[in-house]
């Protein structure tokens, strides 16, 4: 069964930076699409960014492009986030999710448990 | 403001049929797949189903999922107690390069 646990959230100042990791086991990692997803409180899901199998594309929300990163190192199994100029209104639970299939653009199917974000002067 | 439309809620009673709709554009949900998540609230959200009703091992084959044209929906056959949570469909989005969410329907199960 596949799993995903993230870490390096916390809180931080407005303009300040973070980077998110998730480590996924049960899996061929290198296989398969990865995601970010959020939710602030009491919000729906917010979808983050998407990387590909070997993570030549990327592809971001228009909320948080050009200010977030996503990259992965398949031998190590892992995926990241690199958030700069944070603002409050990055304030969320950031999930890592393994796309629910192998052949892409399938979207989301395995989710880890999360890592808080807080942004906060 | 979310680009895929849901009602803010649904109910039930146990052993009903409760279906929950999510309407999109021709970019979204009329080009590609719809999925379904289920969140407990203080849980991880879990895939449910998706438009062409293929699921994950473990969930019930009480979920199903379909799709016409720019709008798809969320079946549970014989709702069950457990069943009550929130329920998010999503959509990968053609023009925007990007998946996009529906805000979501919280079903009741009375």
């Known amino acids: 069964q596949a799993q995903l646990v993230e870490s390096g959230g916390g809180l931080v100042e407005p303009g300040g930076s973070l980077r998110l990791s998730c480590v996924g086991s049960g899996f061929i990692f290198g296989e398969y699409y990865m995601n970010w997803i959020r939710q602030a409180p009491g919000k729906a899901l917010e979808w983050v960014a998407y990387i590909s199998t070997s993570g030549g594309s990327t592809y971001y929300a228009d909320s948080v492009k050009g200010r977030f990163t996503i990259s992965r190192d398949n031998a190590k199994n892992s995926l990241h986030l690199q958030m700069n100029s944070l603002r409050v209104d990055d304030t969320a639970l950031y999930y890592c999710a393994r796309d629910a299939y192998s052949y892409g653009l399938s979207g989301a199917g395995y989710w880890g448990q999360g890592t808080q974000v807080a942004v906060s002067s | 403001q979310s680009v895929l439309s849901q009602p803010p809620s649904a109910s039930g009673t146990p052993g009903q049929r409760v279906t929950i709709s999510c309407s999109g554009s021709?970019?979204?949900?009329?080009?590609?797949?719809v999925n379904w998540y289920q969140q407990v609230p203080g849980t991880a959200p879990r895939f449910v189903v998706t438009?062409?009703?293929q699921g994950l091992s473990g969930v019930p084959d009480r979920f199903s999922g379909s799709k016409s044209g720019t709008s798809a929906s969320l079946a549970i056959s014989w709702v069950q107690p457990e069943d009550e949570a929130d329920y998010y469909c999503?959509?990968?989005?053609?023009?925007?390069?990007?998946?996009?969410f529906g805000g979501g329907t919280k079903l009741t199960v009375l």
């Open positions: 999503a959509s990968w989005d053609d023009s925007l390069s990007g998946w996009v």
């Open positions: 021709k970019s979204n949900i009329g080009s590609n797949t």
């Open positions: 438009s062409n009703n």
